[in-house]
């Protein structure tokens, strides 16, 4: 019996978590109770029956203990899981598993992969949904947040507007989308046309990755009666914050010290190598637990939630640490530059802006196709908006660095933008396109903005649009 019970304690005592602790704890014998004495020669029977039931019961006392134990940890652990998930729907904590063990969030921007041109896009095969106005938007084969294709060719029937810049621009093609249709479909040059829209915008995005999306899709056969540059914010506060604070190239794609972990400077290849191992291991157990015939125990999804919770912090943790290896790394950082003040790096930023603004104008024009840009709106430009109560407590950082150096970059956009417009380039400025509106239109600190912004945005650029149409003599 002795060695019975070290066989049960060893088994679970190996465990790792606190379930095993507390299951070895129950099944330890606990010799101040239950002490087995010396076997006595010739004991009577009835003793040796009174001894047997003796041990029944406390097998059922055993039992008893472990069941009370296992039901009280399910119910506390049911409770932990519906207050730390969303909603406290246990489905949400499935589809993490799901997404987890396809890789899709081994790691922050999983689903997104490296690209050879535009420096990242979305993987169709790892990439999720995104929800737009009830709408679930794919990933196209090219790894645009588009659910058709990006490489469409012209039709008498059809104008095909292609849409460029960031998450503002992305938002605006699906929020505003059927109001700029039936705008745009009023304008004699287009009567009677499809408007299709080609979205080459993605968030994140800033120049010059407008200008090398445009190329790349034309590149590829695409092809296009008009293209919407609709940017500003990115290309000026990321270049800034994001980039030139941490000592990345500026003209490089957003934060890609942090992007470019995925690939290995051969110099700290062995923190890169921990780094992998880590995503592995957490795939691996939310595989498993996705196999597991016990992931219907709430005990058992909470301790996973727990355990995946420290793997993502700890390999957050490592991924700083490679982060900090790849200080002066060229893979990770681009070309080496002295440090500069944040108007040094504003100046530069808007100029690079501006240069390839006018490139992707040239582009157009060479092939006939309408080029507008628009600079979008934003809530730091002074005099742009009467903030809401809404706006003000949740949508302005302040004197927060963001609110700081959007400050100063928005002025040098303006600046650049009305030289873009002595060059030939048709551009448009639209910061102060929300000025008269005392109702709630941002939605975050940053730049974006709701549905009713998207609209009247729309209003504006289907009014440059019929300017462009009306003196052009390619519609």
């Not at 500026?250 to 880590?278: C, E, G, K, N």
Request: proline share 5%.
């Amino acid at each position: 019996m002795a060695g019975g019970n070290r066989a049960v304690k060893s088994r679970f005592s190996d465990e790792s978590t606190w379930v095993g602790s507390i299951l070895a704890a129950v099944f330890e014998p606990r010799r101040h109770y239950f002490r087995q004495k010396p076997a006595v020669m010739n004991q009577p029977e009835t003793l040796k029956s009174n001894s047997g039931s003796s041990r029944g019961k406390r097998w059922l006392f055993r039992i008893g203990l472990l069941a009370i134990v296992l039901i009280s940890c399910e119910l506390i652990a049911g409770m932990f899981l519906r207050m730390v998930l969303p909603q406290g729907d246990l489905n949400v904590l499935k589809e993490a598993q799901q997404s987890v063990a396809t890789g899709a969030l081994s790691s922050d921007g999983a689903s997104e992969a490296i690209h050879p041109y535009l420096g990242w896009v979305h993987n169709p095969q790892l990439s999720v949904p995104d929800q737009v106005g009830g709408r679930d938007i794919q990933t196209n084969s090219l790894g645009f947040r588009d659910n058709a294709p990006s490489v469409v060719k012209k039709s008498p029937d059809q104008f095909i507007v292609g849409i460029t810049g960031g998450s503002v621009a992305w938002r605006f093609s699906w929020e505003a989308e059927q109001l700029l249709t039936s705008q745009l479909q009023a304008l004699p040059a287009i009567q009677g046309r499809t408007i299709r829209y080609v979205r080459l915008a993605m968030p994140g995005y800033k120049q010059p990755q407008q200008l090398m999306s445009l190329n790349y899709v034309m590149a590829l056969g695409g092809e296009f009666d008009a293209v919407l540059n609709l940017d500003g914010f990115n290309d000026g506060v990321l270049s800034v914050m994001e980039n030139g604070h941490q000592r990345t190239a500026i003209d490089y794609p957003r934060s890609w010290h942090a992007r470019a972990l995925v690939m290995t400077d051969p110099r700290v290849s062995a923190q890169a190598w921990q780094l992998l191992q880590s995503r592995a291991e957490r795939q691996q157990r939310a595989t498993d637990a996705l196999n597991s015939p016990l992931n219907v125990s709430n005990l058992y999804q909470a301790i996973w939630y727990l355990r995946d919770e420290f793997a993502r912090n700890s390999q957050m943790d490592l991924g700083l640490e490679v982060s900090l290896a790849n200080d002066t790394s060229f893979v990770h950082r681009g070309p080496e530059s002295p440090v500069r003040s944040d108007a040094e790096l504003v100046t530069e930023a808007a100029a690079l802006w501006a240069r390839c603004s006018s490139q992707m104008h040239d582009l157009c024009t060479a092939r006939g196709i309408l080029y507008l840009h628009v600079l979008q709106p934003n809530q730091y430009v002074a005099g742009s908006k009467p903030l809401s109560d809404y706006e003000k407590e949740f949508c302005f950082a302040g004197h927060q660095p963001l609110a700081i150096v959007a400050e100063q970059v928005f002025p040098m956009l303006v600046q650049q933008g009305a030289e873009l417009q002595k060059k030939g380039v048709a551009f448009s400025d639209q910061t102060m396109v929300f000025s008269e509106v005392k109702d709630t239109l941002y939605v975050d600190p940053w730049c974006h903005f709701n549905q009713r912004g998207n609209e009247l945005l729309a209003g504006q650029i289907s009014q440059e649009f019929g300017r462009l149409l009306t003196t052009s003599s390619n519609p």
